[in-house]
């Protein structure tokens, strides 16, 4: 019988997301307990997500965890088939955690009642992201994924942290440049094992305002 692991997470974080497609890709058991603290979970560092191995070790780190589930199998190629291509993969995770995740959490954490709204960072917010979404942009014209031929973990935690904010507050006006990022998110959330998790995806049609947002 496969070894399972069980994935300690707050209910539809978009942080446990990238683990969860990839178990799905590489056909590994995840158990969800979503009712739990990060005290609760023994985190290292206090915070949630928390992946535990059978063995009983805990990974923190949304990206960490991800990598490892992503891992686990190479015929799968979620982490690249060559070296280059694995280094391009943690290319694109390091631009998330650098570039992306801040600006979407700021412009969506307000609507979806998360934090209050502040014009300032709002403002801010919509700026760098759509800076993230140009460079991401020029990087899809004429590709259909980010690294090689194939979905990759590059993919999966790119299009996680876009889902919300792509949902909320992201309106066809505001994604009007960046058609192929258009494309390429549609490509993969429209996949099996995009949808076993994170379901059929709406995208915002109008941007949901935050209380207090005039």
Known sequence: MPPTYTLYT??????????????????VAVDIVTDVTAEDAKSPVGKLPVLETPSGEKIFSCYAAARFIAGLRRDTGLTGNSPVEAAFVDAWMDFVAQELELPACAWFYPAAGYMPFNKTSYEKSKADLAKALQVLNGHLNGKAYLVGNQITLADIVVASTLLYPFKLVADPSYLKPFDYVLKWFTNCVSQEEFQQIVGQVTMCQKEIMAPGQS
């Open 10 to 27: 707050p209910e539809a974080s978009f942080r446990a997301f990238a683990t969860l497609i990839a178990a799905e890709y590489n056909a």
